[in-house]
């Protein structure tokens, strides 16, 4: 029979790799769904005087920004944008950017 400590430790191994698959976004995907991002915040991510800069945005807090936009939480135009997006599309497109250099 296992330990207790060894099944707590499996548990917790198990988690993560759960966590990390759910959170996971297709970077490659993502680029293929950020033309119509590109249109606004340019093709680097850099975006200009009106239109803040995605590139090199941490994954996690895009991917929660652009929900956010979605349910409505941060009334912006940019509800428009992610109205059709499914929560993959969104990991996948904050993936994306996130391998884009910041300025």
Do not use: R
Not at 2 to 20: D, E, N, R, W, Y
Request: hydrophobic letters at 50%.
């Amino acid at each position: 029979m296992l330990s207790k400590k060894i099944v707590v430790a499996m548990m917790f191994v198990l988690m993560l790799a759960a966590g990390s698959a759910i959170a996971g976004g297709d970077a490659a995907n993502g680029k293929t769904l950020s033309v119509d991002c590109a249109d606004c915040h340019g093709d680097d991510g850099l975006g200009d005087e009106e239109v803040p800069a995605i590139a090199g945005m941490d994954a996690a807090e895009h991917a929660k920004q652009l929900a956010d936009f979605q349910a409505g939480v941060i009334e912006s135009e940019m509800a428009d944008y992610v109205e059709g997006l499914s929560e993959q599309d969104m990991l996948d497109i904050a993936a994306y950017y996130a391998t884009l250099p910041a300025k």
